[in-house]
């Protein structure tokens, strides 16, 4: 199959989140099943135009308000036959920041530079001579290519093109004022057909879901969760309507980073077999967080964005945040790596000031956050929502046994502690409240003290775990060949 993934990001070329890991892992993973696999994002100030090809000639895109010539460059991603076309134009990609910039997080023109996006996934392909069957969005910035396949071009050159929708995290949407509509370029005819309207503004998640083939999202509890008013952000009733399209795969992991046999950004490199090299791993993340070092005394990681839907709020509030709770009361240590919320990012710093055994490094820090997998027992994720998660599933990798809530991909991953036979692969709790992860973190901690061969059986259990992309992988081709048989009907 031909397949063409549109996005706004990708490693390593541009990355907020877990959605440029998946983006890229998996073509690369459905480049080894045989399939052409393209990738369409924008060019933004930091992608480096020498390092990159330029396919001559100036492409015009026509999103609905003027004529647009952009550039288009390409590139591969690295070790894979995978293409990487890039939108190139200054004015709309040309800057710091793939949605916004601190203190502006959401450029005001987002609308226009992302149906600029969109339309130039279809001028690409003209250009090129390539017509994929497959047109694959991903997440709100993404969604104006099914939506234009469906009401534009399916009349045309991609009238056997089928589109599917990923949705990432549903807590993104991409909503704007009315007034910008017509830069989708799409008629007024469709503002309501097409999904767009949203209580007198534009939604491009929610149109997006309305007019793809097929609609994915990353892990299945997910995919029930967001049928759901609790988890749905407004969009659970569309999506209780289209659940015979919707399905849930969960992300797989890129095992050439995330694995402690050959992570090189670790000082001991380990299997199951060897895990009593992660000591050595412990120590060092002792030393270099400040902490005392001292092998007898167990470490719970964090690794996060710190936003609401991490439950920062819940484990770092001022008031009754479980944190400073947990680190008086229980014997343990703890150590935060995490940049976002301002006021989460002070409050780090004050509870780094406060207590002896809790050290946080505010910032973005990709080996400090290999060393935490490595070094730490526990690692805590008590997500208020989490659409797969990966965390947790390093963590399992690196027998590091996580302390989760029971939401999306976290309860699909992580198996609960029995503590009368020792089986699970983690620490489940289910209420997001300051008491239950205090009351969760305790628990671990006292099987770390008192059951510690349940604790060793667990973490070789976890090391076992596979969450390799052929398998997920796998699972999308066969949306594709549905989303194909769906509009050959
Ligand atoms: P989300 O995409 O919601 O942020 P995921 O768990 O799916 O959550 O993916 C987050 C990714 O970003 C992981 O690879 C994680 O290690 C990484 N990450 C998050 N915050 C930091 C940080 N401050 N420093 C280094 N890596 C981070």
Redesign the pocket.
């Known amino acids: 199959m031909k397949i063409l993934m549109i996005t706004s990001e990708a490693v390593p070329f541009a990355k907020t989140?877990?959605?440029a890991?998946a983006v890229s892992a998996l073509s690369i993973a459905l480049a080894k099943l045989g399939h052409d696999v393209r990738i369409v994002m924008p060019r933004y100030y930091r992608i480096d135009r020498n390092k990159l090809k330029q396919i001559p000639g100036p492409m015009g895109v026509h999103p609905g308000y003027q004529e647009i010539w952009t550039g288009v460059y390409q590139s591969t991603l690295p070790g894979a036959e995978v293409p990487v076309y890039f939108i190139d134009h200054e004015q709309s990609f040309g800057r710091d920041g793939v949605y916004g910039v601190p203190g502006a997080t959401d450029f005001a023109d987002n609308p226009q530079r992302f149906s600029l996006l969109g339309h130039a996934a279809f001028q690409l392909c003209r250009k090129i001579g390539w017509i994929p069957d497959i047109m694959h969005a991903h997440d709100w910035a993404a969604s104006l290519a099914p939506i234009l396949l469906k009401f534009n071009e399916r009349h045309g050159d991609f009238s056997h093109t089928a589109s599917v929708f990923t949705i990432h995290?549903i807590g993104y949407q991409g909503i704007y004022g009315k007034h910008l509509y017509p830069y989708t370029g799409l008629g007024w005819d469709h503002f309501y057909s097409a999904g767009f309207e949203d209580w007198d503004r534009i939604n491009f998640l929610k149109a997006g879901i309305v007019s793809s083939d097929k609609l994915t999202t990353v892990s299945p509890t997910y995919a029930k969760e967001i049928q759901r008013p609790e988890f749905g952000f407004r969009m659970d009733g569309i999506l209780r309507y289209r659940s015979n399209d919707l399905y849930g795969i969960l992300?797989g992991v890129d095992t050439d980073i995330w694995n402690p046999a050959k992570d090189r950004l670790i000082p001991a490199q380990y299997t199951a077999r060897t895990i009593e090299k992660k000591a050595v791993n412990k120590e060092a993340l002792q030393k270099r967080m400040g902490l005392t070092v001292d092998a007898n005394i167990p470490i719970v990681g964090i690794?996060?964005?710190l936003a609401d839907?991490?439950g920062v709020a819940e484990l770092f509030g001022p008031a009754y945040g479980s944190a400073h709770r947990i680190c008086s009361e229980i014997k343990l240590q703890m150590v935060v790596?995490?940049?976002g919320e301002a006021w989460c990012e002070s409050e780090l710093v004050a509870l780094s000031h406060k207590l002896s055994n809790f050290r946080a490094y505010v910032?973005?820090?990709?080996s400090?956050?290999h060393l935490i997998e490595a070094g730490s027992d526990f690692f805590l994720m008590p997500s208020r929502y989490?659409?797969?998660?990966?965390?947790?599933m390093?963590s399992l990798l690196y027998g590091t046994l996580p302390i989760v809530r029971r939401t999306g991909g976290l309860a699909d991953t992580v198996e609960n502690y029995d503590e009368k036979t020792g089986e699970g692969t983690g620490f489940v709790l289910d209420n997001l409240t300051p008491q239950s992860i205090y009351d969760t973190v305790g628990w671990a901690a006292h099987a770390w003290y008192n059951k510690r061969e349940h604790i060793e059986k667990m973490r070789k259990r976890a090391m076992a775990q596979k969450f390799g992309w052929d398998e997920s992988a796998a699972r999308y081709a066969e949306v594709y060949e549905a989303a194909i048989k769906g509009i050959e009907g």
């Open positions: 989140g877990g959605l890991d995290n992300n690794v996060t964005r839907q991490k790596l995490g940049a910032g973005y820090d990709e400090l956050s989490e659409p797969c998660g990966l965390n947790q390093y």
